[in-house]
Every structure is written in C-alpha cells, then in structure tokens.
C-alpha cells in the first residue's frame, strides 16, 4: 500500500458522493467517537517578503479537520486523522474515517483500498495534464542571451 | 456522522458565554447550566466555552480526564502561569495563581472552583460591591475556607488578583476580584 501521508490527498479526488456513501455503509453499525473537535474554517497562506523579510498573508485558504475514534462492531479499536482543504466538515470527517479503516485494515478496508487507488490514479492524471500543460508554456529565455550579444558589438 | 455532544457545538457555547458574562456581572447570582455533557465531568460546559488554543489551562488536581484535554484543544502550563487553574475546591489551595501586573492586569488567572453545592450549604457568604445592589448572600457547600483567605490576599492590590467562577453540578456563580466577601 502507498504511504499513509498520500491517503487524504488521493481519497479527496473521488466525488464527494462516493466517498460519502462508503462511509456511511462502513460506519453504520460502528462507534465513532471525536478526539478533537471537528472543524472547518480559513488558513492564512503567511509568507516573508524578499525585499525586508517581514511577513505579510499571501492569502487564504479553506481547511477542515477531524481526529476520530472509531470502534467496530466486533470489538477493534482504531484512531484516524485527515486536514483536507476544503469547507465542509462532513469530508474531513469521513477522510478521517478512512484513515482509520486503512490504517488498522478495519473491515471494509478492501473497499477503501479500491477507491483509494482510483484516487491514485485521477491525481496522477491530473499531474500529467499540469506537466503538459507547463511544457507547451516553457519559454526558451537562452535565444535573449544571443540578441544581448549583438547590441554589444553594435 | 459525528454525534458531538452539545456543549461543543457553537450555539450552546454563545449560550454559556453569556450565562458567564451576566455571572461576572452580576455576582453571587447562580445560572442553571443550559447544558451538560452526556459523558465527563459537568465543569467540562464552561471550559469547552472558555478555553481554545490560545490559552493555557493548569489541572493541578487531575479532575480532567486525558481525552479532554484533546477536546478542548487547549495549553497545559504550570499552575504559577496558567491562563485558567481548575481547582477542587474542597482541597487546600497550594499555588500562587498569576496575579498580572499594572500595565497588564487582565494577564491574570481565572479560577475554576468545583464545589459541592451552590445555593445551598453550611458556608453562607455576604457579598457586596460592583454589580450588587447593596449585598447577596450566596450559601455553598464544599468550598474550603482557605480559598476565601488566599483570594482576599491576592486581590488585595486592585486591579491586580484573580477572578473566581464557583461550579457545582449544574449551576455557575462568579466572584470578581472587585467583589467583597464576608464568611457569615
């Protein structure tokens, strides 16, 4: 299996329908308990600037979290965690859930693997289409150094 | 699919902040809790309201259980600089909590006492000052004397001290460091 700091990432590409309905059929019969609370709101992007080094927030971001507690039917405990960005506490929750199941291969983990390779395999589309579509914008900057040249001589 | 316990969802707390505002405001007066939780301790309502990431909590006589502390997602700090000191309040109080300072003297701590009983009790207290009309009483069981004497010594350097918030099982008073106590 693909390690676990992939996990969230890959499982966040699949539609939230999917993702949504398999954790409800898993978790139907379980407990689920929070370690913290859920949460979702902003994160603020905080970078330096080159020119003085002082901070300044590029931005922000939406980011959800949740740390559950999960404990089957049949008597397996099991903890996970998920900080996805987005707004919607419903996801992080069930990101964390599938954590859990994977984790400590919970029952169902076999359905969570099969999406989690999809997920897999839809990022690494996704990469290819960006690294398409940065090769056909690259810029060859090296013909500038020859025109540099011939206004030196003139 | 989470099933979180009232006292975490923001509704129920904006409630307890308030019932904690007129507290402070008006001292001695005992609020009803709007809610407690389903599972832990009922002192879980008001630090759920008043304790986030930013603040630090000391817990010198283990009242919280390990899983509250992730819950609550706040600080643990020694007793002498804690934001907030949850404390038995039947047991001898053995730390100096912070007072703050004069330019500061909101950088002080708040102490969360756990009593028996409020409004009921062999200790009756006569209070006056800011926010009483001319005294309350206010009768409590459970609170040790010496949380009385200490207190009156660290408030003594207005508006340096601390602020007190009396819980029992289901009621919250708060003493103020402007507020004057008399053991009857």
Same mark, same amino acid.
């Given at each position: ?29 379980w ?29 922000e ?94 | ?12 707390q ?37 304790? &986030? ?30 934001d ?10 053995e ?10 003297? &909101? ?31 206010l ?15 660290w ?30």
């Open positions: 299996m693909t390690d676990r700091t992939t996990w969230v990432s890959a499982l966040n590409m699949l539609p939230t329908d999917e993702l949504l309905s398999l954790t409800a059929q898993l978790s139907c019969n407990t689920v308990r929070p370690m913290s609370v859920p949460q979702a709101g902003l994160g603020m992007l905080k970078m330096n600037d080159s020119a003085f080094d002082e901070p300044f927030y590029l931005g971001f939406p980011i959800a979290s949740a740390w559950i507690e999960v404990q089957t039917n049949n008597g397996m405990t099991a903890e996970g965690a998920a900080q996805v960005m987005d707004d919607r506490v419903e996801i992080a929750e069930a990101l964390a859930l599938c954590d859990a199941v994977l984790a400590n291969q919970l029952p169902g983990w076999e359905r969570v693997t099969q999406l989690l390779e999809k997920g897999l395999s839809m990022r690494e589309d996704v990469r290819l289409e960006r690294k398409q579509m940065l090769a056909a914008t690259h810029v060859d900057f090296s013909l500038l150094d020859d025109v540099g040249d011939e206004h030196a001589e003139s | 699919m989470l099933n979180l316990d009232p006292i975490w969802l923001p509704a129920v904006q409630i307890h902040f308030r019932q904690l505002l007129d507290a402070m405001a008006r001292p001695g007066k005992c609020h009803l809790l709007d809610s407690v939780p389903g599972d832990g301790p009922v002192v879980l309502s008001l630090l759920a309201t008043l304790l &986030d990431a930013d603040v630090t909590l000391a817990d010198p006589y283990n009242l919280l259980r390990p899983g509250d502390w992730s819950m609550l997602q706040v600080k643990s700090c020694p007793t002498e600089r804690a907030y000191v949850l404390c038995d309040a039947r047991q001898l109080p730390f100096l909590p912070k007072l703050g300072t004069l330019p500061c003297p &909101d950088q002080s701590a708040t102490l969360i006492l756990i009593v028996s009983q409020l409004g009921q009790g062999e200790m009756s207290l006569k209070l006056s000052g800011p926010g009483i009309a001319d005294t309350v009483k009768q409590v069981k459970g609170l040790d004397q010496q949380w009385l004497s200490n207190r009156e010594v408030v003594r350097a207005f508006p340096l001290g601390v602020d007190l918030i009396l819980i029992d099982d289901k009621q919250v008073a708060a003493l103020p460091r402007t507020t004057r106590v008399e053991i009857l």
